[in-house]
């Protein structure tokens, strides 16, 4: 398989653009927009070029490659820690629980309340596989790379992680959650609201969302019954942050109801599952099964699928391709993690 995953630069401006516009809507991480594409690769570069030996407001942007073509078809983003230099808005589901002994009645109030219990998590976002490579694989790798990339700089990234999917938006690009609150205070619709988010930042929700708590019971049922749910197409994404060791601990998002997941750093399966070795030999073929392989630090960094032989003293073999997708040599370190 000739696909690798890389850091993104400048040079990928157009490619990553024109998979922008495949999305459909809702990627506040990869909105169609030229200025803002352009600053986010610019920043990676900038988080990349620099060494770092502690979590900060950074962002990694990534690229699924094909070698052979030399055509991206694949993006993701890590965000070494969100809420610093802007608040991180999410709404907390929550229980009230309340008894009339003159009624006799127990009543439990759902209410969601504005927070920014999430500020200082890392962020994986900004998944996006295109259309004709949904096969063989790719989008574990894409999904996966970003927990190498950690594993491979953990000093640069703090304790905890989350992770935003997409919300129930309907055919005509509009959000029945988005419609029920938001957008009774912010006089826009929901794919305005998303756009300006994705191009100027979330300080117009501190200026105009409310600060009380929402009683859910007050929301027609087409809000309520999409708190917390992913979009169809991010059903798969949540069971892969699943199988990671992420969970749904009742914050959704502010925009689309979409939930949010959580997780611990050093918990994510592929961090704790994922082997050191010492690049022993490069040989052409090897009989062992498939494995995600990466190496390399910051703008060298690199992720593919290749076959290792374990030499039992901290030291493998790598078939040739993969060694040639990953740019090492033996006597070089490397990750390797099953599928």
């Known amino acids: 398989m000739s696909f690798r995953v890389r850091p993104a630069s400048s040079d990928d401006l157009q490619a990553i653009y024109e998979m922008a516009k495949l999305t459909g809507g809702g990627f506040t991480n990869l909105p169609p927009d030229r200025t803002t594409l352009l600053a986010k690769l610019t920043r990676s570069e900038t988080a990349l070029a620099r060494a770092a030996d502690k979590p900060s407001d950074e962002m990694f942007l990534f690229v699924l490659e094909n070698i052979e073509t030399r055509q991206i078809r694949g993006t993701c983003q890590v965000f070494g820690m969100v809420g610093i230099e802007h608040p991180f808005y999410s709404y907390r589901m929550s229980t009230l629980t309340q008894t009339s002994k003159a009624l006799g009645k127990t009543f439990r109030n759902e209410a969601l309340t504005l927070v920014t219990d999430l500020e200082g998590c890392a962020e994986v976002g900004g998944l996006f596989l295109h259309p004709g490579e949904r096969a063989g694989g790719l989008g574990m790798l894409l999904a996966r790379s970003?927990?190498?990339?950690?594993?491979?700089?953990?000093?640069?990234?703090?304790?905890?992680?989350?992770?935003?999917?997409?919300?129930?938006?309907?055919?005509?690009?509009?959000?029945?959650?988005?419609?029920?609150?938001?957008?009774?205070?912010?006089?826009?619709?929901?794919?305005?609201?998303?756009?300006?988010?994705?191009?100027?930042?979330?300080?117009?929700?501190?200026?105009?969302?409310?600060?009380?708590?929402?009683?859910?019971?007050?929301?027609?049922?087409?809000?309520?019954?999409?708190?917390?749910?992913?979009?169809?197409?991010?059903?798969?994404?949540?069971?892969?942050?699943?199988?990671?060791?992420?969970?749904?601990?009742?914050?959704?998002?502010?925009?689309?109801?979409?939930?949010?997941?959580?997780?611990?750093?050093?918990?994510?399966?592929?961090?704790?599952?994922?082997?050191?070795?010492?690049?022993?030999?490069?040989?052409?073929?090897?009989?062992?099964?498939?494995?995600?392989?990466?190496?390399?630090?910051?703008?060298?960094?690199?992720?593919?699928?290749?076959?290792?032989?374990?030499?039992?003293?901290?030291?493998?073999?790598?078939?040739?391709?993969?060694?040639?997708?990953?740019?090492?040599?033996?006597?070089?370190t490397f990750l390797a993690m099953s599928r």
């Not at 494995?291 to 374990?310: H, K, L, N, P, W």
């Open 146 to 332: 970003r927990y190498l990339f950690m594993g491979l700089h953990r000093e640069r990234f703090p304790d905890r992680i989350l992770a935003e999917l997409r919300g129930v938006i309907d055919e005509g690009g509009n959000a029945p959650f988005w419609e029920a609150i938001a957008g009774r205070f912010f006089g826009m619709s929901f794919q305005e609201a998303d756009q300006f988010n994705a191009t100027h930042g979330t300080q117009f929700i501190a200026d105009l969302m409310p600060k009380t708590p929402i009683y859910t019971s007050l929301l027609p049922e087409s809000a309520k019954t999409v708190m917390g749910v992913p979009h169809p197409s991010g059903r798969a994404a949540m069971k892969m942050l699943e199988s990671e060791g992420f969970r749904f601990e009742c914050y959704i998002d502010i925009f689309d109801g979409g939930p949010t997941m959580t997780a611990a750093i050093d918990q994510i399966r592929t961090i704790r599952e994922s082997r050191k070795f010492q690049l022993a030999d490069v040989v052409e073929d090897l009989a062992g099964p498939k494995m995600m392989v990466a190496s390399g630090e910051r703008t060298s960094f690199a992720a593919c699928y290749g076959q290792i032989e374990d030499l039992g003293d901290g030291s493998a073999k790598l078939n040739r391709d993969a060694a040639g997708l990953l740019g090492i040599e033996p006597g070089a």
